[in-house]
């Protein structure tokens, strides 16, 4: 599986991004996935996960209330809608697919694909 992250930019501080991210190969329905962020000086982070069926979504709890992470399973595509977006939203943003078992989804090492980033910038 191929992930490629879209939709990043520069944004003032309680303004709205969405982010999609799409799959090419196959078994994308398949996958769980997650969105993670990172900073240039810090580990990667989670962010938001969504299980294959679409059916169960998590969230880390600076993001419960404001990002909204959805899946279309006919298009391939993951999206993470992030609105009301603080300074400390700022950083890149990588989507992820794999197979983690339900007490890992948030632990990076348990994805296999990874997309190349796509980089939100919040003015204060």
């Known amino acids: 599986v191929q992930l490629q992250a879209s939709g990043g930019g520069l944004v003032q501080a309680g303004g709205s991004l969405r982010l999609s991210c799409a799959a090419s190969g196959d078994g994308f329905r398949s996958y769980d996935m997650a969105w993670f962020r990172q900073d240039p000086e810090k580990e990667r982070q989670f962010v938001a996960g969504i299980r294959r069926s679409g059916g169960t979504t998590y969230y880390t709890d600076s993001v419960k209330g404001r990002f909204t992470i959805s899946r279309d399973n006919a298009k391939n595509t993951v999206y993470l809608q992030m609105n009301n977006l603080k300074f400390e939203d700022t950083a890149g943003y990588y989507c992820?697919?794999?197979?983690?078992?339900?007490?890992?989804?948030?632990?990076?090492?348990?994805?296999?694909?990874w997309g190349q980033g796509t980089l939100v910038t919040v003015s204060s």
């Open positions: 992820a697919a794999g197979r983690p078992v339900l007490s890992a989804m948030r632990t990076p090492g348990m994805y296999m694909y």
